[in-house]
């Protein structure tokens, strides 16, 4: 008798596959049919993400983790996997009565420690202490990534910022018009921003901290959330419970980004199948 198998709890649902499926079909005809299903390998994949695990310890119950390995990295390289998550940020944002693109965003950086993999793009954040890569981000105000970047954590935020701005986006967001910031991101970035992309940049500061510095009040003590910044960190609240994203693992900077959208990508699956 043929055992059954029990799904894990990061592969997709029926609801969720014929989301994906559409969106990760290969253009090309040519040649033989795949071997292996395209949604086993995208359940490996989240998996993957998911667990933690390395890629050559994949479960039986998977295609080779080679295989896996194999379509990961082509629908990186042919920018499949940055279509996808896009493709799920617009139905998310249609879903929710929103305008497809944006007119306002968030913009913050985390630093990660970094595996024994090596690679290039690695560094010391010397205020925060710590050696690995940064992860810039961009996200609307609902915390859906618009765009992401992995570069060395000795870079500033100022810089880290103009990286993540010139290389991600490139006229892809045409409504955008205001970012709000830290005050990292204040002096050179803001006149960069304003000059060359033609938004705004804004550092929201807590007002009662405000009142301090003109002696207004006494000094504010204790956690307090900002407004608007408090969406962006909210987001990385939600990729620090993907395990593969604890860390950076991987050798290339591009893999790390990559990562992060397959990990928003399951996010909003799981989103818009509860919505439908």
């Not at 043929?2 to 559409?22: A, N």
Request: charged letters at 35%; one cysteine or more.
């Amino acid at each position: 008798m043929p055992s059954t198998r029990h799904p894990y709890p990061s592969d997709l649902s029926d609801e969720e596959w014929v989301l994906l499926k559409p969106l990760l079909a290969s253009p090309e005809r040519r040649g033989r049919p795949p071997k292996w299903p395209t949604r086993r390998v995208a359940d490996a994949v989240f998996y993957l993400l998911r667990s933690g695990c390395a890629w050559r310890m994949l479960p039986r119950e998977y295609p080779p983790w080679q295989t896996v390995y194999y379509h990961f990295r082509k629908w990186r390289l042919d920018g499949r996997l940055r279509r996808v998550h896009d493709a799920l940020r617009t139905e998310v944002r249609a879903r929710e009565g929103r305008a497809r693109d944006p007119s306002a965003a968030v913009i913050d950086s985390q630093v990660v420690k970094t595996g024994r993999a090596g690679g290039p793009e690695r560094g010391d954040d010397g205020a925060k202490r710590l050696a690995g890569r940064k992860r810039h981000i961009l996200v609307d105000t609902n915390g859906l990534v618009l765009a992401a970047r992995v570069h060395g954590a000795d870079l500033p935020d100022r810089d880290g910022g103009r990286h993540l701005l010139a290389k991600s986006l490139g006229g892809e967001l045409p409504r955008l018009e205001l970012v709000w910031a830290d005050g990292a991101y204040s002096g050179e970035f803001r006149r960069w921003v304003e000059e060359e992309l033609g938004w705004r940049v804004e550092v929201p500061y807590h007002r009662d901290r405000q009142l301090w510095r003109y002696g207004l009040e006494e000094k504010p003590r204790g956690f307090r959330v900002l407004p608007r910044r408090w969406v962006v960190e909210r987001t990385f609240a939600w990729l620090s419970q993907v395990r593969r994203l604890s860390k950076d693992y991987e050798r290339l900077p591009e893999v790390a980004e990559a990562m992060i959208y397959g990990a928003m990508s399951r996010l909003m699956l799981r989103r818009l199948a509860r919505a439908a």
